[in-house]
């Protein structure tokens, strides 16, 4: 398995700014993964973020308001970029262990106002 | 979308197994048959995953039909803590890049009573 942490674990943001979320994993992992979920809703997949190459984003998800970073193997973070309410969601990263097995971290609770 | 489909929900009596149906009738020959829970405010656990064969882990057991159009995952003896949102997914492995995917469904809300 692997262990994975999520910072911050919650904040409450105001409208127009924007949020970057670390999340730090306890191994070295190709693939990382972010999601989103809604309240009251399953999860849905925003990117996939490979060492070394550029995000790439789902439909409906787009660069310039999530900005992805994953600067090694260990790390990323992603970024909700001029929040709105209905960007207050829960937002969890994963990864790909050689197991074929992906492990998701706490999330981050975040809330707009 | 989810290729998947689960009944929204399910009760268990606490100490009995809870068996969670899962329909997957347009599975492909290489896509694995996967599960996770959500505990209530938690990141999604992973429980179990296989192909063709029956698994059995700690936690869970995977029964998977002949034709592979559907599964069922057992716990064996439910407990209040198992008490959560499972989701049945299908997934192709072994594409680098491409792999990785989990498409989440609605799930499953199984509530263990006592």
């Known amino acids: 398995s692997a262990v994975i942490s999520q910072k911050p674990s919650r904040d409450i943001c105001q409208r127009g700014t924007s949020l970057t979320i670390q999340c730090q994993v306890d191994?070295?992992?190709?693939?990382m993964f972010w999601y989103r979920q809604q309240p009251g809703q399953s999860l849905t997949l925003i990117a996939t973020a490979n060492q070394g190459s550029e995000a790439t984003y789902e439909s409906g998800f787009v660069i310039d308001k999530f900005p992805i970073s994953r600067p090694n193997l260990t790390f990323s973070t992603l970024t909700v970029s001029n929040m709105s309410p209905e960007d207050s969601s829960i937002y969890l990263c994963?990864?790909?262990?050689?197991?074929?097995?992906?492990?998701f971290g706490p999330g981050t609770r975040l809330t707009v106002l | 979308d989810a290729k998947t489909t689960q009944p929204p929900s399910m009760d268990c009596a606490e100490g009995r197994a809870a068996n969670l149906p899962c329909n997957h009738s347009?599975?492909?020959?290489?896509?694995?048959v996967y599960w996770y829970r959500q505990i209530h405010s938690q990141g999604p656990q992973y429980i179990i995953h296989?192909?063709?064969n029956n698994e059995t882990n700690e936690m869970a057991s995977l029964i998977i039909t002949e034709d592979r159009k559907s599964s069922t995952l057992i716990l064996p003896h439910a407990t209040l803590r198992d008490t959560a949102v499972y989701y049945c997914?299908?997934?192709?492995?072994?594409?680098?890049?491409?792999?990785?995917?989990?498409?989440f469904g609605q799930g499953t809300e199984l509530s263990v009573k006592p």
């Open positions: 296989g192909l063709k």
């Open positions: 997914i299908v997934r192709v492995l072994g594409i680098y890049n491409q792999g990785g995917k989990l498409i």
């Open positions: 347009t599975i492909s020959g290489n896509e694995y």
């Open positions: 994963s990864v790909e262990l050689p197991t074929d097995t992906q492990y």
């Open positions: 191994s070295q992992v190709t693939m």
